[in-house]
């Protein structure tokens, strides 16, 4: 069963500043099938990020992500106040067939 | 506009049943992988299940295996998962959720407001 740790669990910044979240996985993820999502409370979570690299439709460039088998990063360069969610990674492939973090939540400082 | 929208929950006794549905608008349902993820009050998310376009393939997370059951009907753009012997832990908002991308069943960019399942006595 593969596992994502997602570190740090809590990040607090400033509006401006760049976050760097980290999600290590406990085995290869297939393909690199790695997601990022953005949660806010009471919403349902936001894809931001598709194939470890890929923004989704719509998100802003200030979103990036990197990474390969085991170690992904998801960066935000110039925090803006909407930004401050929880961010989940999720993997596609491994048992069980989708898993996802446990969560790094962004706080304003 | 894409549309997804799950009705069913509620409060239920431990060991009971429901069945959650999840109503899709906006898109081609009949073409895209169909998910169930599922969050527990103040938690991560959870995946619990998924199926294929044509239903003939699902998939379970262990923990939901041989109590819940993902289905579809393709003519009514409706997603379903009956949850049979329901236990405290499975107390959740439940999401539907898919991809917009034809045949991508590998990260979701649809999801609907969610349904909250609530079981205790």
């Known amino acids: 069963e593969i596992v994502l740790t997602q570190s740090p669990g809590t990040l607090s910044l400033s509006p401006g500043e760049r976050a760097t979240l980290s999600c290590r996985a406990s085995?290869?993820?297939?393909?690199?099938?790695l997601a990022w999502y953005q949660q806010k409370p009471g919403q349902a979570p936001r894809l931001l990020i598709y194939?470890?690299?890929s923004r989704a439709t719509g998100i802003p460039d200030r979103f990036s992500g990197s990474g390969s088998g085991t170690d992904f990063t998801l960066t935000i360069a110039g925090l803006e106040p909407e930004d401050f969610a929880v961010y989940y990674c999720q993997q596609y492939g491994s048992s069980p067939l989708y898993s996802f973090g446990q969560g790094t939540k962004l706080e304003i400082k | 506009e894409v549309q997804l929208a799950e009705s069913g929950g509620g409060l239920v006794q431990p060991g009971g049943s429901l069945r959650l549905s999840c109503a899709a608008s906006g898109f081609t349902f009949s073409r895209h992988w169909m998910s169930w993820v599922r969050q527990a009050p103040g938690k991560g998310l959870e995946w619990v299940a998924n199926?294929?376009?044509?239903?003939?393939?699902?998939n379970y997370v262990d923990s939901v295996k041989g109590r819940f059951t993902i289905s579809r009907d393709n003519a009514m753009n409706s997603l379903y998962l009956q949850m049979n012997s329901l236990r405290a832990e499975d107390t959740a908002v439940y999401y539907c959720a898919s991809s917009s991308k034809l045949w991508w069943p590998y990260d979701f960019d649809m999801w609907g407001q969610g349904t909250m399942v609530t079981v205790s006595s």
């Open positions: 194939d470890a690299s």
């Open positions: 199926i294929w376009q044509d239903g003939n393939e699902k």
């Open positions: 085995q290869s993820v297939s393909n690199n099938y």
